[in-house]
């Protein structure tokens, strides 16, 4: 039990085939303090959430709802080992999303026909995919924007590992073949299960990030449309996104979004909200920016799951369209400045600096957080995190809001994900190496999502382009949302046998090499 | 006593041009591919039914739908795209690799599908076709996801971008209005000739087995399309004489509706096993990529092909509740319209979409419009699959047995 960092056997935490971990991290009076008083503002959020009759209703209704009892345990999970600056950057963006999802509940429950139905407040709702960039309805203040994927299926795996295994086997025992990207399958089996929130006065679906997810909304929007009568606009965005002959296309798509939202809802699209946003966006996008440069000098301070995490929300789920973001944006700056003026660390030792590619493990996005504490890897930057950089136009004119319909394009094409697994090879292969100059990497940790056929598909290329560059290769295989096909040991196992047979390298903790937390949320 | 099928009942005289049929299609590299490229046509290769075949076969041009006849190991294309990539990509990147596509003069693929994308781009990358070829180039290019007029523009302009003009501008092909509608006039002549010859298909006891036809038809894909017109009239001809069988040999008249298949050894284990293939929904079938372009005078006819492909097309990729609806109510018009008894939902393993739309097609087809339906997934080829074999003849059976019930419900 120490203060400083990686002074403790982090493994020890761990009970044997439990839920939960012994008990909670010493890390010094200051940083425990800090960390509990965190802790009791998510039992705060939590409770404010369940004393809610039709929250607790939506308890008994909704299978899924049962995985936020973890809420508490996914941010011990990312706060492993932190401390000072590090600590408060996980919780600032750890703890905004925890409140945003909390509201995205209470809003869903408000509205469904099941539970709530506040019909008044359903006619001001319009449905997203989780896979979204939201940048469609920005210039909707008064809307509300709500993802039933994203609570039932996208959270609830990263609270719970085993989350999604039951709409998986819905969706398999409906006649889905079992080769197909999991999420979308998850996704598709709550819909197949007839377990989601009814509510809305629209929706707007979009081929987002591969043609499971494309295909898996056809399940969906087929129950939207026949049988809950919720009209549904598919939004296409193209997927050769660099190309300058697809942007009229996409531009128009918007345009058309727009156009049918305004008729289901009523709400006219509000240009001064829009240009709001954009400024938002725009300044979400220089803070990414001044992290990434950071991460780029020997003293990274915002990275691994945690700056994944918070870009897929606030990039794409937020899209400017929260204040609350902006202030966290402002305020993990100010400590990533001040740790790195410092030049602080979050592991007693760095050992490589890795650029980790693919898609992560949704069940096991803690992982990042496992790898620098177990052996001294730092995450400088993942695929996920590195999205679009160019900056909107935020003033008000005449020729700016014609401009704006290709910045939503623009956006909505190069969601996160999708803005490296479309769009021909330079973007998901050639860039990934142009990274690893740019950061100083000295190692590469591909995710190999195995049913992502748009990642598969460059395998062989990917090392090839190793071994010509000479940099390590780490293949780490799972499968997204399934521990059953690939467990968190079984992503374990992957690095410790790279690491102590190629890399000829001991654990810097090495309590961690082994963990037997195949039941734990 | 019921009869489920007796495949040694079948006693057609053989087609007289069936053989030559069945050898073009044992090479990519067909005999009559090589003798197009001696006249000093130039062989656009294509992966895709989205990519509109008149603009492939401009005069000085002709299109090959790329396949991997007798294909075998998959070993160095599973080491690039992994073992869950589908086989019809992985069997084209191995046959890539070993050299067996370099007769194309060039390459287009639209972005169809992720796996197919990734197939042609790892040709591509790892310089497997062009040996030689001065002129070689490969065209991406994006289709649209949606069958409306945003759509319809971006349709355009793709195929102007990344067909019409590399092929003016690496071989000097024609790509005027007048040389595309000369194009569409020799496309709509196959077109004419396969359905011609497909509606014997809905005679009671058709004089044209399924895999026969199925041999013609993905022989205009993979052949140039003016070198067979000749030996398909004459085929249409033959089979207006054609004696059918005394009785109908199968136990049941089926439609296969699915992915991608360019293995008539799938039609040929269908039928072996009972099942006579009436009607073809796939990619490489002739719904609905044998329907005749229809032109008029008062549009160019860049616009009037993509309109036509654009609407008529049965991909899973279009993803508007339209076009998704249209998908099944075409196969349960198909199955009315070709006296179907039953429906087998085909897919390709691993093939996302299909995946998808196989799944729903099935419950859809079955609960809505009440046919039996069989959904299997197969690999690229089948060769002579015991699995798929007691499937289908269960199938077949199955449907016997619903067959009698009815028979005796209605008295």
Redesign the interface.
Known sequence: MAKEVGADRLGDLYIPGGKVRKRREWRGVSDTLYDYSRWLKIMMTLGKFVIKPRNVKAMFRYRWMANYLAVPMMVDRHTQGLRGEYLRICHEEQDLIIDDVAQLLENLFRGDRRIGNDTEFSKKVVLVDENEMTAVMMGFPTLKVLSRETPSTYVSVLLNQHAAEHYIDV?QE????G???PMPEAE?GVSIDDDAPVLGACAI?C?TT???S??????I??RL?KEDGIP?F?L?A???HR?D??Q??AA??IR?AIAFVEKHTGVPWDWKAYFECARRVNYATRCRQEWLEMNRTDYPQVFGSNLALYTETNYMAICGRIPAFEKADRNISRLARQAFEKKKMAAKEYRHRAIIWGVQSHYYMDFLVWLLNCWGIVPLTDMLSMVSTRELKEVDTPENREIAYYDMAWLTENMIMRNR??G??KVL?DELWEYVEMFNADMVILW?H??C??L??????FEERARERGIPLVWVTHDLFDPRIVSRQGVRDQINSFMRTVMREEPLDPSLEVLEDEESW | MLSFGKTEDIILKDLKHLKYFEDLLQEANNDLIQQAQQEGKVCAAYTCENTPEPLLNLPGVFSARLRAPRTGSLEVSTYYLTSFLCEYTRALLERAVEGGFNFADCIFTPDGCSMMNRCVENMELLKTLGKGKEHFFYSYMEIPMKADDNGLNLYVVQCRNHILKPLAENYGIDISDDAIRAAVKEHNRVCELIRAIGEYRKDDNPRITGYEFQVFTLATYVAPKYLLIDKLEETLEELKTREPDAKFPYGARVLVAGSEMDDVDFIKLVEDSGAYVCADRYCCGSFPGRDPILLNEDEDPLTQICRQYMYRGQCPRYMDSTKMDARRDYVAALAKEFNADGIIYEQMKFCDPWAYEKMLGSHILREEFGYPVLAVDRPYAIGNSGQMRTRVQAFVESIGIKKIRKESDNG
């Open positions: 969706a409906f006649g889905l073949a080769d197909v990207c598709a679906q081929n591969c043609d499971g494309l295909l898996g909304n056809g399940v929007s087929r449309e549904v598919q296409a193209p997927l050769r190309e002959d697809v009229d296309y128009q798509e058309n697994t479309h021909g090879y292969l190999e195995m049913s056929k748009a598969d598909g460059m395998h062989g290329l």
